[in-house]
């Protein structure tokens, strides 16, 4: 009787392949301990604020809850409250006509002034550095310099504009009318914000290969159509970055307006910014204050979103 021994497992050939299984599985993991400490970051620093701040709009929250711990839900009276109120929506107003404003004219000069700059010439480096200043200098002293320009009695504009004839002995009311104060912050904000659209813009037209102006002057094309042609369509991707930091900065400014006219007069100057301040650490309505606060992170987000988007479009025709 004869009997048949089963051949031994190829022990070898089995732990090679479980250990080709783990080897994804390991280099998963590497990747999240990687990007662990910036997950741990964002949560802490930005998510527990945001989340908090959303809870904190549907509470009655007041100084008193910091003694006691106690801030009790009260549905969306704080939104109804809010939006009720004709100063949100003046703020929303000011708000728009502030950024579409600043955004406008900070990116045409400093596109202008990119453009001119990448010309090179004697001296052109040290008039960049110099153009770079209002950026450089704190936004609340440059507030403060300004504001002393724009003093309607004793201010250097309508002294300037006096001895020229341009405006009335008495002198224009940039900051005390409420018809006049708003154009006043925007042109504040556009001579804050001319070196920084001016900066990234220049970098982006250094990357536009010369090969394509040449080829475009033995065609015959004009500066006009070459820069409608050529630097426009190639600066799209920076342009989309400029526009949307200028965008995300703008809407929610704060200190410059505090210290020019700390939202007046008349409450002409209040943006969503300043609302919020004034809920906030005035009134000391925390609850109705974080409201404002959302509307400005979703706004902020909204736009955020379209220019992942917009990224992403440009990644995908450039691929």
């Known amino acids: 009787m004869t009997t048949v021994t089963s051949p031994a497992p190829a022990t070898g050939a089995t732990e090679k392949k479980s250990a080709a299984g783990r080897a994804p599985l390991r280099r998963g993991l590497l990747r999240w301990l990687f990007v662990a400490p910036a997950l ?49 929506t003046d703020a929303l107003w000011h708000t728009a006509l502030f950024t579409v404003g600043s955004l406008l004219g900070q990116f045409t000069i400093g596109l202008a002034l990119a ?49 020229l004839g341009l405006v009335p002995q008495d002198g224009v009311p940039w900051l005390s009318s409420p018809g006049v104060a708003l154009l006043s912050a925007v042109l504040v904000n ?9 900066v990234i813009l220049y970098g982006g037209l250094q ?14 094309s004009g500066p006009w159509r ?26 929610k400014i704060l200190d410059l307006i505090l210290a020019l006219t700390s939202g007046g007069p008349a409450d002409s100057t209040q943006t969503l910014g300043t609302v919020t301040y004034q809920l906030s650490f005035l009134q000391l309505d925390f609850g109705q204050g ?28 450039g691929k």
């Open 115 to 163: 453009v001119f700059f990448s010309r090179r010439f004697r001296l052109s480096g040290f008039v960049r550095a110099i153009l770079l200043l209002p950026w450089l200098v704190p936004m609340v002293v440059s507030a403060v310099v300004w504001r002393r320009i724009l003093d309607q009695d004793h201010g250097m504009l309508n002294t300037a504009l006096n001895a």
């Open 226 to 251: 070459t820069f409608r042609s050529i630097t426009l369509p190639m600066l799209r991707p920076v342009i989309t970055v400029v526009l949307v930091l200028g965008f995300m900065s703008t809407v």
């Open 207 to 220: 990357e536009i290969p010369r090969d394509l102006y040449e080829a475009a002057s033995l065609d015959g």
């Open 40 to 88: 741990a970051y964002m949560a802490l620093f930005f998510g527990y604020p945001l989340v908090r701040n959303i809870v904190m709009s549907f509470q009655h929250y007041t100084p008193k809850t910091y003694f006691t711990g106690k801030a009790p839900f009260n549905g969306f009276d704080n939104w109804r409250a809010v939006f009720a109120d004709e100063l949100f």
């Open 190 to 198: 556009i001579w804050i914000g001319i070196p920084f659209n001016m």
């Open 290 to 317: 974080a409201v404002v606060g959302n509307v400005l992170i979703l706004i902020s987000a909204v736009f955020a979103v379209l220019y992942l988007r917009a990224n992403r479009a440009d990644f995908g025709k």
